[in-house]
């Protein structure tokens, strides 16, 4: 079974370009999560989606940032217009819809390495 | 809110040597907690976690964690370093809703 794949592995833009990261959760999972990394800090929550709808956006840094699941299969996330902070790593994780009674393990991809010059 | 912290950004151990890697969470109520690994050039893999029932936990490749609710504590450990478990870890919490919570991560050297 496939994990959960990212694309691309690396990207570097100039500040002011825009960016578009991609997501492919495990097959049949709903929940589908994005996590970023700057670099030398936690890897920090930016949202949730279950299928297509958002569950939880409450992490998303500002208005630059806009992500779709459309179809409620891969998402994307894009950075437009991409500032100099957002450089980081970006983590996809999806997992199965089990319910709010049950734990839903979070499978993640290797994440995109993003850098704004 | 919660949270978690990794005492250690760095951590060498000798191979053959005990690995012990720190981890204390921040919460009122015992949370669900993880270990997460990443190799080089992959994702994060998940070590061991604990929900409820048994405090020590194990996980793969030898690892285990015990749960310590009078210290808020969960470290990771493995008895024996092997080259291949040199990786960031990292440790996280779960409470109450979808969101993982990390700490900052502990990068584990093995020394030949």
């Known amino acids: 079974e496939a994990g959960v794949t990212q694309f691309p592995s690396h990207s570097v833009i100039e500040k002011g370009q825009t960016v578009t990261l991609r997501c492919d959760p495990i097959?049949?999972?709903?929940?589908l999560y994005w996590y970023r990394r700057v670099m030398g800090k936690e890897i920090k929550f930016l949202l949730h989606?279950?299928?297509?709808?958002?569950?939880?956006e409450s992490g998303m840094p500002n208005n630059r940032f806009l992500a779709e699941r459309t179809g409620g299969t891969y998402s994307t996330l894009k950075v437009q217009p991409a500032e100099l902070e957002d450089s980081g790593v970006y983590f996809c994780?999806?997992?199965?819809?089990?319910?709010?009674?049950?734990?839903?393990?979070?499978?993640f991809g290797p994440g995109t390495r993003l850098t704004v010059l | 809110a919660q949270s978690v912290t990794q005492l250690g950004s760095h951590v060498s151990v000798s191979e053959g040597a005990l690995v012990l890697l720190r981890c204390n969470y921040s919460?009122?109520?015992?949370?669900?907690l993880f270990w997460y690994v990443q190799y080089p050039n992959q994702g994060l893999q998940l070590l061991l976690k604990?929900?409820?029932?048994?405090?020590l936990v194990k996980g793969i490749n030898g690892f285990e964690a015990e749960f310590k609710k009078s210290e808020t504590s969960f470290h990771l450990t493995k008895p024996s370093a092997h080259m291949s478990d040199a990786a960031e870890y990292f440790c996280?919490?779960?409470?109450?809703?979808?969101?993982?919570?990390f700490g900052t991560g502990t990068r584990l050297t093995i020394i030949p």
């Open positions: 604990y929900t409820t029932g048994a405090t």
């Open positions: 989606f279950v299928k297509e709808s958002k569950q939880d």
């Open positions: 994780a999806s997992s199965l819809g089990l319910g709010r009674s049950s734990y839903n393990e979070q499978f």
């Open positions: 097959s049949g999972h709903d929940n």
């Open positions: 919460s009122s109520v015992p949370p669900y």
């Open positions: 996280a919490t779960l409470f109450g809703n979808e969101k993982l919570t």
